[in-house]
């Protein structure tokens, strides 16, 4: 079975920066076919895709959160792990990882639960 | 990048009805790169279709999509209660690679 959980701090504060974990079984990172990506939702908002890494350390960021963001893998550990720098109260959301299957799929086809974050002092 | 633009925002039918759901792309997607996905309340997103039109392990074959070019429709063919939800649209393999829709929530009439 094929699962994915994110763990990381509940309460961030502003200026701070945000680590979260990815932890994944059922699957290898070093899969070549697979990777990870993080999204985010804000409450009430929609899905923002943030980043992703795959088995040969290809790595990808959004356009407009590049300069805050980081991310990286531990294949013996099954770990993906992002870094958000700066973090602000708008950075305030669920934050998702999962898994993304290249082709013929080329989408996200397990997620993880989620992890809400709150960014407040 | 590319702008996913999904209409309507809001979709109000009864159980039974066919609901048809658009996701217009501001450039030209790949079919093979274009997915829907079906979230309930405080849940994660789960994937309906990718590659336009192939339904993913499990999702019943009410749920249909179609399209092409910038131009993308999910239909669900008779409403089930289960299917109220928001669904979102999703391009990959554009720079930046992924981009998602806003979203359709579609309620109970």
């Known amino acids: 079975q094929v699962t994915l959980k994110e763990s990381g701090p509940v309460l961030v504060k502003p200026t701070e920066t945000l680590t979260l974990t990815c932890t994944v079984s059922?699957?290898?990172?070093?899969?070549?076919?697979?990777?990870v990506s993080w999204i985010r939702q804000p409450p009430g908002k929609a899905l923002e895709w943030l980043a992703h890494i795959f088995s040969n350390d290809e790595k990808s960021y959004s356009t407009s959160l590049k300069s805050r963001l980081t991310i990286s893998k531990d294949t013996s550990k099954s770990q993906v792990v992002l870094t958000m720098t700066n973090m602000d109260p708008v950075d305030t959301a669920t934050y998702y990882c999962a898994r993304i299957r290249r082709d013929p799929i080329n989408a996200f086809d397990i997620w993880g639960q989620g992890t809400m974050v709150t960014v407040s002092s | 990048e590319i702008v996913l633009t999904q209409s309507p925002g809001t979709l109000s039918l009864s159980p039974g009805e066919r609901a048809t759901l658009s996701c217009r792309a501001s450039?030209?997607?790949?079919?093979?790169?274009l997915a829907w996905y079906q979230q309930k309340p405080g849940q994660a997103p789960r994937l309906l279709i990718y590659g336009a039109s192939s339904r993913a392990t499990g999702i019943p074959d009410r749920f249909s999509g179609s399209g092409s070019g910038t131009d993308f429709t999910l239909t669900i063919s008779r409403l089930e209660p289960e299917d109220f939800a928001v669904y979102y649209c999703q391009q990959y393999g554009s720079s930046p690679p992924v981009t998602f829709g806003q979203g359709t929530k579609l309620e109970i009439k």
């Open positions: 450039q030209s997607v790949s079919s093979s790169y």
């Open positions: 059922g699957f290898s990172l070093s899969n070549a076919r697979m990777g």
